[in-house]
């Protein structure tokens, strides 16, 4: 040895060389472990986890499990790059929690978040660029990390009868308006050193045939020989003759072989339980910096400090339900609102999956303070679902994937049921499709009574398309007409539907003495050409303008029997015939607008035309026209449709292009005279698609909310309440359930579609925002005002309508005499 010191010193710069080597390394390694995490932190995302109602103890650990595969490198990018790691984060902001992964930016965008999906398939999440957890520009702040007490081979407590992270919540719940708090796990797969090395040590456990672990075999030794000098303690200071020697040092060396031994089984069980995961404990409580604290007083900083070591105590203390075999103790963090945004994992302890899934999960807990749930979770499309292209109506974006998602024109055909309260997306959907149905150049009828879908529409079509669209509009100057009553091939029934229309609407004051003075009426005008629905009052009430009609009528059975009784009795009589129905029109013709765009002879369009390509949109807003005239108004435009579609009967069934009916807030213009489920049935074979919309089913009567659920084969659900949730659930489930339905986010739907005859399993999607305004309306509505006919105020009036106002009036200066 002595030979070895003088030639080394006798080489001075060996010595030199070897410091300089250490120094290298160690500053090298320190180097690299920064460019590693600087490298980690470049594109850093933030994937905030919304909890779902109700959580498994089980889920976590498939998150974990899952996320080995998600963090473990290849060999070389682990040389090279080391491996990645992730931090679980709670925060509290204020008393509202949240839960997330910072994931670094060399890992895979969708891949966590897909490890998330699997393992709690109701959750939420969104992906935000990754920032602080808690911003430096706090007043104060007070930081820890856990470390276990013992070596980490030794496993905590992961059996637990409630939930583990129940004492960390409710110590989140006494965050202050102005505080905020975050306890942050690291966590990345362990390196097969310390795998390995954790084996090791497990061979080297207390068991017959084994070598024994020495720290176990010291503590085994020291607690012998400290029981065998207390009993020899006791013996000699007991009275009475010395006890023959017992075998209680012989049993005292099992007993604390049986502890050794199970302690050692715990310590076998970590071992080989696969896979293992290096994780850091980190928690800190600040104070949000205020304007005043420019200045703050010393007293104030002390109680301010003071509170925030009590807060950080009770986080510490939350651990200690992991306490078993080992345990994890509280150490001090210097910087800890620095160190947490740094979210470098350097060094950290072994841990199996259980244990890191009770302590980085979702609670399971119900009630847990501050937490806001996911509100629905979101399921996949079937495979078989449309994602765009020719013949297909797009729906939106799958909300799991992001790809588009549709519908088949030919499945629209069996009609589409959207339903949703005010402001969940409805009119967004109805926006995208009946725009996507114009430039397909496929028949649209919109019936629109509140007003702005239609204004919508317009703002979003270039004026190329004005020649296609036809507009009924009280804004628009020389709105588009058409004739109730101007059905020529069909009369009966442009009849049978104008009467069921009155009958419904106005069901509770409707006789059958009113429907047979409506009914006759109609069909009297009918008998001549160019009647309209103005001609009623003065066919009524002028015998002079009533003879111009029913000159020849001499069926006693008919018509002319109705006649000949109505001239028969006294004018009072007369009166109170007529007057109910009377007032029921007048209140509908009174309107100037009513007037322009019904009291014409002539329709200014063809409905035929309409359903063969172009787009009648029909603005009818109630705040303007009133309830009873929306509602009249609106039905007259579905009957006039439905004739439409009925008189395809007469042309084959190859010919027949597909049009749609778009009826918002349908439960006011469902009022033909037939069943709904009659008409829903038959509008399949003439190619007219109805897609209904509304709010809730309460504003459906029964047997038309049946005929909707049987008929509209298509459902799309918007968020609802949770009695429609309830029963449209029947429809979803068992993808969708009715806490889903009724907790949808905004612009956020449930679809269950019909897909080749075949109705898929519900899904979730997300509207597409709107298209860019274009900003050409004006001129889409000068062009139509030029295709209307006549004016709002009466203006060039028919001469049948001129004789019917001079009868009026004849008959008012009567009265008046």
């Known amino acids: 040895m002595s030979g070895w010191l003088q030639w080394s010193a006798a080489r001075p710069w060996l010595a030199i060389g070897a410091a300089a080597v250490v120094v290298a390394v160690v500053f090298g390694r320190d180097r690299l472990a920064e460019w590693r995490h600087r490298r980690l932190a470049v594109k850093a995302r933030l994937v905030t986890v919304a909890a779902p109602p109700e959580v498994t103890a089980e889920s976590a650990a498939v998150l974990w499990t899952t996320m080995t595969g998600v963090l473990t490198p290849s060999v070389w990018r682990r040389i090279v790059y080391g491996t990645p790691h992730v931090a679980w984060e709670y925060t509290w902001t204020g008393r509202a929690l949240a839960i997330g992964i910072w994931v670094p930016g060399t890992i895979p965008p969708g891949a966590v978040e897909a490890a998330v999906r699997a393992a709690w398939p109701a959750?939420?999440?969104?992906?935000?660029?990754?920032?602080?957890?808690?911003?430096?520009?706090?007043?104060?702040?007070?930081?820890?990390?856990?470390?276990?007490?013992?070596?980490?081979?030794?496993?905590?407590?992961?059996?637990?009868?409630?939930?583990?992270?129940?004492?960390?919540?409710?110590?989140?719940a006494e965050v202050g308006n102005r505080e905020q708090a975050c306890v942050q796990i690291l966590a990345r797969p362990a390196p097969a050193g310390r795998v390995r090395a954790a084996r090791r040590r497990a061979t080297q456990a207390n068991f017959p045939g084994g070598r024994p672990d020495v720290a176990a075999r010291f503590l085994s030794t020291g607690a012998r020989l400290l029981a065998e000098g207390i009993?020899?303690?006791?013996?000699?200071?007991?009275?009475?003759p010395s006890p023959r020697r017992s075998p209680s040092g012989a049993a005292a060396r099992v007993s604390l072989d049986t502890v050794a031994a199970a302690a050692a089984k715990t310590v076998v069980d970590k071992a080989i339980r696969v896979p293992h995961f290096e994780i850091a404990i980190r928690f800190a409580v600040a104070a949000t910096r205020q304007p005043r604290d420019a200045n703050i007083d010393p007293v104030r900083a002390k109680r301010l400090h003071e509170r925030l070591v009590g807060l950080a105590h009770t986080f510490g203390a939350a651990s200690a339900v992991y306490t078993g075999p080992n345990r994890l103790r509280r150490m001090k963090m210097p910087a800890p609102v620095a160190t947490l945004a740094g979210r470098r994992l350097r060094h950290g302890f072994m841990a199996t999956v259980p244990e890191l899934a009770v302590l980085a999960g979702l609670p399971l807990d119900l009630a847990v303070p501050g937490l806001d749930r996911a509100r629905a979770k979101a399921v996949p499309a079937p495979v078989a679902v449309p994602s765009g292209g020719r013949g297909v109506k797009v729906l939106g974006r799958a909300q799991l994937g992001g790809h588009t998602v549709g519908v088949n024109v030919v499945d629209t055909r069996q009609h589409m049921h959207v339903i949703g309260k005010t402001g969940s997306g409805k009119s967004t959907l109805l926006l995208n499709l009946i725009l996507a149905d114009i430039k397909a150049r496929r028949g649209v009828v919109l019936i629109d009574p509140r007003g702005d879908l239609v204004n919508d529409i317009l703002d979003r079509l270039p004026a190329t398309y004005a020649d296609r669209i036809v507009l009924i509009d009280p804004a628009q100057q020389r709105p588009a007409c058409f004739n109730p009553l101007d059905d020529v091939d069909d009369p009966q029934l442009a009849v049978d539907n104008l009467v069921g229309i009155f009958s419904k609407i106005f069901q509770g004051q409707w006789g059958p003495r009113m429907d047979d003075t409506m009914r006759v009426a109609c069909l009297t005008l009918m008998?001549?050409?160019?009647?309209?629905?103005?001609?009623?009052?003065?066919?009524?009430?002028?015998?002079?303008?009533?003879?111009?009609?029913?000159?020849?009528?001499?069926?006693?059975?008919?018509?002319?029997?109705?006649?000949?009784?109505?001239?028969?009795?006294?004018?009072?009589?007369?009166?109170?015939?007529?007057?109910?129905?009377?007032?029921?029109?007048?209140?509908?013709?009174?309107?100037?607008?009513?007037?322009?765009?019904?009291?014409?002879?002539q329709s200014s369009f063809d409905m035929a035309d309409i359903l063969d390509g172009k787009a009648l949109l029909c603005r009818l807003p109630k705040g303007i026209l009133g309830e009873e005239t929306t509602r009249i108004l609106g039905s007259l435009i579905v009957a006039r449709t439905w004739q439409a579609a009925v008189a395809r009967a007469a042309i084959p069934e190859d010919q027949r292009k597909d049009a749609t009916l778009f009826v918002d807030e349908c439960q006011n213009f469902l009022t033909l005279p037939g069943s709904v489920a009659d008409m829903l049935a038959e509008a399949r074979g003439f190619r007219l698609g109805l897609v209904l919309a509304h709010?809730?089913?309460?504003?459906?009567?029964?047997?038309?909310?049946?005929?909707?659920?049987?008929?509209?084969?298509t459902k799309i659900v918007f968020n609802v309440d949770p009695s429609d949730a309830r029963e449209l659930s029947r429809h979803t489930k068992p993808e969708i359930d009715e806490h889903d339905l009724s907790h949808l986010d905004a612009y956020t739907a449930t679809a269950r579609l019909l897909v080749a005859n075949r109705e898929l399993p519900a899904f979730t999607f997300t509207t597409n925002p709107p298209a860019p305004i274009v900003g050409e309306a004006t001129a889409i509505r000068q062009q139509a005002a030029g295709a209307g006919i006549g004016g709002q105020n009466g203006q060039d009036d028919p001469p049948m309508m001129r004789v019917a106002k001079e009868a009026t009036r004849k008959r008012l200066s009567k009265d008046r005499e």
């Open 527 to 601: 008998r001549h050409a160019k009647p309209v629905l103005g001609m009623i009052p003065p066919l009524l009430q002028s015998k002079q303008f009533r003879v111009m009609f029913t000159e020849g009528l001499e069926d006693p059975d008919g018509l002319g029997g109705y006649w000949t009784w109505y001239d028969s009795i006294n004018e009072t009589f007369r009166g109170q015939v007529i007057a109910p129905v009377l007032a029921r029109l007048r209140a509908f013709l009174l309107r100037d607008f009513v007037k322009s765009v019904i009291g014409r002879p």
């Open 231 to 240: 009993t020899a303690l006791v013996q000699a200071l007991l009275p009475g």
């Open 695 to 713: 709010q809730d089913l309460a504003q459906l009567p029964k047997e038309t909310a049946a005929a909707v659920s049987a008929n509209a084969r």
């Open 123 to 172: 959750a939420t999440v969104a992906v935000a660029e990754a920032t602080a957890p808690i911003p430096d520009s706090v007043a104060d702040a007070v930081g820890g990390a856990h470390w276990p007490l013992q070596h980490d081979g030794l496993p905590w407590r992961t059996d637990h009868d409630v939930d583990p992270l129940r004492p960390l919540f409710a110590a989140g």
